[in-house]
């Protein structure tokens, strides 16, 4: 069984992924990755074999960004190799993934939803097309994933768990302002995007991020106002 982690953090989280996906060795792998997002941007760097092959590679080539997400994995389509080691991303590197499961008809869902070649074997990266494809369209990401996953769940197979890291929110959310104006704090400077990143301050951490703060605008949906 694969792991998966997802870490939002103040400085850099690389080191911090893999120290997460150690805690899930137990599990058995073949293979291992991660990617971060720094400036609006994915890297990645995978390995194949045990986590002391990514920890090498990450010395050599080290990832800034202070949010990403790190997987194990135990090969079904595809070898153990680098190539096929999760994070995946769809061609332009908009979206980029991490699966525990089986997508039983990624082959017909790779002639979909192909927005370029693929460039592994295995059934994860076609997820990463579906995505990025639905949000180029003009879909959101709240409604572009469980309409990808019911594109998967409509043949036999499963999936258990899947992560993924927004570029930016703004972007990926056709109504932000709106939402935006319903924030407890919609003034606060880390609800509008820096080059993609939205930056969390002293002040985020030290409210939460507003997530304890009366909503009216939610209030009121449900009769509370």
Request: glycine share 10%; net charge negative; with cysteine.
């Amino acid at each position: 069984m694969c792991g998966i982690v997802g870490i939002l953090g103040r400085g850099p989280v690389a080191d911090q992924l893999v120290d997460s996906l150690k805690r899930l060795e137990y599990r058995g792998y073949d293979s291992a990755g991660v990617a971060t997002l720094e400036n609006g941007h994915f890297d990645r760097r995978r390995a194949e074999g045990k986590l002391k092959n990514l920890e090498a590679r990450l010395k050599i080539a080290p990832l800034q960004g202070h949010v990403g997400i790190g997987h194990t994995r135990w090969a079904t389509h595809g070898r153990p190799t680098e190539e096929n080691a999760h994070p995946h991303r769809d061609c332009r590197g908009e979206v980029v993934v991490v699966h525990n499961g089986i997508v039983e008809n990624f082959e017909d869902l790779r002639q979909r939803y192909a927005r370029g070649p693929f460039l592994s074997d295995t059934d994860t990266e076609v997820l990463a097309h579906m995505l990025a494809t639905r949000v180029e369209a003009g879909d959101d990401l709240l409604d572009a994933l469980p309409e990808s996953l019911a594109a998967v769940e409509a043949a036999e197979g499963s999936w258990s768990c899947l992560g993924l890291v927004e570029t930016n929110g703004h972007q990926n959310y056709r109504n932000w302002e709106a939402m935006r104006a319903h924030l407890p704090t919609p003034s606060a400077p880390w609800t509008r995007p820096n080059r993609g990143v939205f930056e969390l301050d002293a002040d985020y951490y030290a409210r939460s991020g507003g997530v304890f703060a009366p909503l009216p605008h939610h209030e009121a949906l449900c009769g509370l106002g």
